[in-house]
């Protein structure tokens, strides 16, 4: 069965500062692709970034960018530049990457706090 | 620019009563979900639908009941309803299936918040 890991319950960051969330997760598959989501206090999730596995080059989107390590099964997310509206609940996930699968899997969760 | 609407936001049921959730979407997407999020949980998958007409079940469909009789709506139903149906409730919708799309995105409906006493 796929899982995925948040390890990090809460973190928290400094405006303007930069943050890491961690993601690992576990998989035999080959073909999936990884996402994070951001959800905000009204609850509405909203894509911020996505990572095809067979793509070597890390996904950015514009402040937001991935450390993706297939071989750990890692799929870290760095928001630059931390500002106020980034603070959220982030969820990493998953899904395999074939025709009919409409299944995302979802991890636990990161609570994100921007200290102003 | 409403996208996927969900109703209600708030609901306290009483244990063995049914109701159902709405979810309507004005953006003419074919594929809609129904997705349950417990605390500190991730989201997971209850129900979805390919198109009017069409639904199947997702990771945890005991409970519940689907139908989807128009592209726009795709409400969800709870015959008997039981606390450990107390949830956060979301609809989603994609243009295109999560399985075909290039550059799948999917919008969510901002929540319905359950609680079975």
């Known amino acids: 069965a796929q899982t995925v890991t948040q390890s990090q319950p809460e973190m928290s960051v400094q405006e303007a500062e930069t943050v890491t969330l961690s993601c690992t997760y576990d998989t035999s598959e080959s073909d999936y692709y990884l996402f994070w989501y951001k959800q905000p206090p009204s609850r509405q999730m909203i894509l911020v970034i996505r990572q095809e596995a067979y793509k070597q080059q890390n996904a950015t989107e514009n402040r937001f960018s991935v450390n993706f390590q297939k071989a750990a099964k890692s799929f870290s997310l760095k928001i630059s530049d931390s500002q106020l509206g980034d603070a959220a609940m982030y969820f990493c996930a998953y899904r395999i990457l074939r025709f009919g699968n409409e299944k995302l899997t979802f991890g636990t969760g990161t609570r994100l706090t921007i200290i102003p | 620019n409403a996208g996927v609407t969900q109703t209600p936001k708030f609901r306290i049921l009483k244990i063995g009563q049914s109701m159902t959730l709405q979810c309507t979407q004005d953006m003419n997407h074919n594929y809609m979900y129904w997705y349950r999020q417990d605390p500190g949980m991730g989201l997971k998958l209850i129900y979805y639908?390919?198109?009017?007409?069409?639904?199947d079940k997702g990771e945890v469909p005991n409970g519940y009941n689907v139908s989807r009789s128009t592209t726009e709506d795709f409400p969800l139903r709870l015959e008997l309803a039981a606390p450990s149906q107390t949830s956060v409730y979301f609809c989603?919708?994609?243009?295109?299936?999560?399985?075909?799309?290039?550059?799948?995105?999917?919008?969510f409906g901002s929540g319905t918040q359950l609680s079975v006493l």
């Open positions: 639908s390919v198109g009017a007409g069409i639904t």
């Open positions: 989603a919708s994609s243009s295109a299936g999560l399985s075909i799309a290039t550059n799948e995105k999917l919008f």
